[in-house]
């Protein structure tokens, strides 16, 4: 199985963008890479998802490099809501669907 | 369009009860997936199920756990018996039935078990 590796937590002033590194180096070639997050007590929610280019939606862009072993979710302008764990997964297509394997993540915590 | 609904929010047992946990999914979605999140750790992938199928349950503790989804109603996690390591946060997701290879999971809010 692919794992990831993300720092433990990380700082970011309100409206500055926040960069969150993922580490992925033995991902394959058919693996995508998800983000979620998850504010403290609720459930967790889904960001966004890559396979190869760069993606971009409402809430974040995620930076894939060529070689795929890592990845940079960022989000563009961070608010005191954005707050929360988040979790950089590849998901594994032989999984059955909706089995994620969720780390530890990455702490972020926005301050004023 | 609601999302997917868990209730209840939180839930107190005394050990050896019975925890009924349920996962109503969004609308038009047949398949849920439960996930438990003990105190301080990260979330486990419990079980998968279809209308009246269990299609992977390959992270429910072998004894006094089981999960079903019905055809009509939500989808049921039974704890039997619970002890104090049961205590935990458990959240379902749900998804269509004609999903795409890759899809971002919707998840319910959860449910908060305590075990007394």
């Known amino acids: 199985d692919a794992k990831t590796t993300q720092p433990t937590s990380m700082d970011c002033a309100e409206g500055r963008a926040a960069n969150l590194p993922c580490n992925h180096s033995t991902i394959s070639g058919n693996e995508y890479v998800y983000w979620y997050r998850q504010i403290h007590s609720q459930g967790p929610q889904y960001i966004i998802h890559?396979?190869?280019n760069n993606e971009t939606n409402e809430m974040a862009s995620l930076i894939i490099t060529e070689d795929r072993k890592s990845s940079t979710l960022i989000l563009p302008h961070a608010t005191l809501r954005d707050t929360a764990v988040y979790y950089c997964i590849v998901r594994t297509p032989t999984d059955s669907w909706g089995k994620l394997q969720f780390g530890a993540g990455t702490q972020v915590v926005v301050t004023p | 369009n609601a999302g997917v609904m868990q209730n209840p929010r939180h839930l107190v047992r005394r050990r050896g009860q019975e925890a009924r946990l349920r996962c109503s999914p969004m609308?038009?979605?047949?398949?849920v997936y439960w996930y438990r999140q003990l105190p301080e750790e990260g979330l486990k992938f419990m079980v998968y199920l279809q209308k009246e199928n269990i299609i992977d349950e390959s992270g429910m503790p072998k004894e006094r756990f089981s999960a079903e989804f019905p055809k009509e109603g939500p989808s049921i996690l039974r704890i039997q018996q619970v002890v104090r390591g049961d205590s935990a946060a458990y959240f379902c997701?749900?998804?269509?039935?004609?999903?795409?290879?890759?899809?971002?999971?919707?998840f319910g809010s959860g449910t908060r078990l305590t075990v007394v």
């Open positions: 890559g396979l190869k």
């Open positions: 609308k038009g979605h047949s398949h």
């Open positions: 997701a749900s998804s269509p039935t004609a999903i795409k290879a890759n899809y971002g999971y919707t």
